[in-house]
């Protein structure tokens, strides 16, 4: 059972990851081009070039790129990445990769295009209009847009229009980061530990989520199994519990049966040896006889001789006939024979 929730977990990641069409690139991948493009152009537009060396445009590692444009002071990540990225799903229910790329460009040019100042500003609109062409290039036809705004040369931007009464959320985060900006040397490049942490998280980021899934996935079946085997060992312990149950109800009902035959047996033997006596003393004596008044005593002694005799026999007879009767009893009964009783002592 395990092995098969593995291989469906495993085919259902190649699924997943299998949805691009051969040739074309991955998802994260597209992202990471248009995200770049986009990042190093706002640098460009908000006056600080120096940053784009600080983004980490890895082919296909889209966490690497967040991680590096989260600290910026243009606040690029908090106003233009996470509202279109992390808080709405501009792609949803786009069937395709080329519908999806477009979706995201849309939403990203729109937020741009929302700036007040920046839609006062002809060059810095032109230069977004070049921006926008060149990502929906990449979304159609898969050109690389790269560096739009050194390729178009830009100006400096006009702080006086900057600093306009009605700015925009990113125009005024860009005025703020100005004024809190000390002169000072820009930085050149991210230093190598920086793009080692990078990409040390882009790593964790790509094994930690199949990881976990699997390891759900077991911690599932585990569960199951236990589960699984608690109910059959519960439902054995019923059936077991239930089967001595009735059993000694049997060996009560037969033991009670076995003492009600013994009595009865022991009674009928009591009885018998009752009529015995009975029939020996109520025995007419013979003609020839005398009577008991003109016996002599040595012929009384042989009289009760005989009888005590006669009795003897029948008793032992009785005794014979009395293992043979418990026997049946008990296999009546279902049980094991019980022991034969001592016999009543003889009073003759």
Known sequence: MT????LLSFLLLSAARAQTPLGQPTLDEAKVQIWCAT????????????LKATVACQPGNLVALVASIRPDSLRVYSLLYAPTEEKTNVI???????????????????????SPARRRDP????RLAALEKALTDYAISGTPPGDVAAAMLPEAPDTALAAAPTPGAAE?????????ETPGPAPATATPAAREASTAAALFGQFAAPAALIL????????????????RWSRQQRRETLVARQAAAAATAAAEGTHAAVADTA?????AEALVRAAADAAPAPATTPSAAELSPAQRLEVERLVSQRVDEELRWLRQQLPTLLAETAQAAGGAPPETPAPPANNA
């Not at 009674?267 to 009885?271: G, K």
């Open 216 to 231: 759900s996935i077991l911690a599932l079946v585990i569960f199951g199994v236990q589960r699984v085997s608690m109910a």
């Open 3 to 6: 092995f098969r929730f593995l």
């Open 123 to 126: 060059a810095r609109m032109q």
């Open 172 to 180: 005024a985060a860009e005025a703020e980061s100005r004024t809190a």
């Open 39 to 50: 990042v190093r152009w706002v640098y460009d537009d908000g006056g600080h070039p120096a």
């Open 92 to 114: 949803a229910g786009k069937k395709d990769h080329p519908a999806r790329l477009q979706a995201l460009v849309k939403a990203i040019v729109g937020k741009l295009k929302a």
């Open 267 to 271: 009674a009928r033997l009591q009885r």
